[in-house]
Nanobody, 125 residues
Framework: QVQLVESGGGLVQAGGSLRLSCAAS????????MGWFRQAPGKEREFVAA????????AYTDSVKGRFTISRDNAKNTVYLQMNSLKPEDTAVYYC??????????????????WGQGTQVTVSS
């Protein structure tokens, strides 16, 4: 019932930064846990980051800790993923996901009911 649209992807050099946005419509996301996943060609979709509905709790996969930051602005119905110190291994299609969860974070893809179309991130050497 909520629609998600990612934006902000592109081509950057290793060490550069990108900020992805996930704009939601159709429903307020104030009661939704939100997450970011990524998928490279030939690989399974992997968890990247998640944030609780209030923004009070965040989780990251080990490979992006210290480099990526997930945040949300419920007033704007938008979730962000700030990606710094990008590496070629970060190259993938990045997806935004959502599901109703008043407390805690959701780390598994199967826990999310709504998904965006994805945005391509390419990091060159």
């Amino acid at each position: 019932q909520v629609q998600l649209v990612e934006s902000g992807g592109g081509l950057v050099q290793a060490g550069g930064s990108l900020r992805l946005s996930c704009a939601a419509s159709g429903r307020t996301i104030s009661t939704y846990a939100m997450g970011w996943f990524r998928q490279a060609p030939g690989k399974e979709r992997e968890f990247v980051a998640a944030i609780s509905s209030s923004g009070g709790n965040m989780a990251y996969t080990d490979s992006v800790k210290g480099r990526f930051t997930i945040s949300r602005d419920n007033a704007k119905n938008t979730v962000y993923l700030q990606m710094n110190s990008l590496k070629p291994e970060d190259t993938a299609v990045y997806y935004c996901a959502a599901n109703i969860a008043r407390f805690g974070v959701l780390r598994g893809a199967s826990q999310y009911a709504y998904w965006g179309q994805g945005t391509q991130v390419t990091v060159s050497s």
